[in-house]
């Protein structure tokens, strides 16, 4: 089983469209979360941190439901900028600082 | 800003070859990561290294090995390449405490023939 599933997609969404991606985690020993975004051929960069609390950054959301073990990114008024692979990562402090990828899902926003 | 910076973009290898793939970062950092990424399969860890001359085995170490002689400076090295380690490598770092996200470079897409 892995560490991190996620929905591979493709998610493939018109402009302006709203999309959610879902991810959920097996260790609950787990700390601190975050939504990376990699282009074709590029490395990951840093979407956004998720808390507990929820968290905004513009037209993107992220949820995190410790009790559920799942994390969400809301993306509203898809762009065709928007089109990318997108991470999920979970980071465990204790087993060494190791970080745990989901295999990604795939967005393509169309025009 | 934080660069982490791999040596190579791309590279064509003969099946045997020792090869070294290097990765830099300028940020002080003391945690270490290389990656391997396949279609498909996510990102998977090589090894890993909490300071210099330390090394720890992440899931698939089996036909690498690394070196962190300096605190900026670590290299995987494939001591005789086979079709099977033909893949995007990525390095990161991350800083001490270990509660930040990861840094990563440009990865190095290694083909081996």
């Known amino acids: 089983r892995k560490e991190v599933e996620q929905d591979p997609g493709p998610f493939n969404v018109p402009e302006g469209a709203t999309v959610a991606f879902n991810c959920t985690y097996s260790n609950s020993a787990s700390q601190s979360f975050f939504w990376y975004r990699q282009d074709c051929r590029k490395e990951p960069k840093l979407l956004m941190s998720v808390y507990s609390s929820g968290n905004e950054d513009g037209r993107f959301t992220a949820q995190l439901n410790r009790a559920s073990q799942y994390i969400s990114l809301l993306i509203r008024d898809s762009k065709l900028s928007d089109s990318a692979t997108y991470l999920c990562?979970?980071?465990?402090w204790g087993t060494g600082n190791q970080f745990y990828f989901g295999t990604g899902t795939s967005l393509t926003v169309i025009p | 800003d934080v660069k982490v910076t791999q040596s190579s973009r791309y590279l064509v290898k003969r099946t045997g070859e020792k090869v070294f793939l290097e990765c830099v970062q300028d940020m002080d950092h003391e945690n270490m990561f290389w990656y391997r990424q396949d279609p498909g399969l996510g990102l998977r860890l090589i090894y890993f290294?909490?300071?210099?001359?330390?090394?720890e085995k992440g899931d698939i170490p089996e036909g690498y090995s690394v070196s962190r002689e300096k605190k900026e400076r670590f290299s995987l090295i494939l001591e005789s390449a086979s079709t099977n380690q033909t893949s995007m490598y990525l390095c990161?770092?991350?800083?001490?405490?270990?509660?930040?996200?990861?840094?990563f470079g440009q990865g190095t897409r290694l083909t081996v023939v």
């Open positions: 990562v979970a980071l465990d």
């Open positions: 990161a770092s991350t800083t001490g405490t270990g509660r930040t996200e990861a840094f």
């Open positions: 290294s909490y300071d210099v001359k330390m090394k």
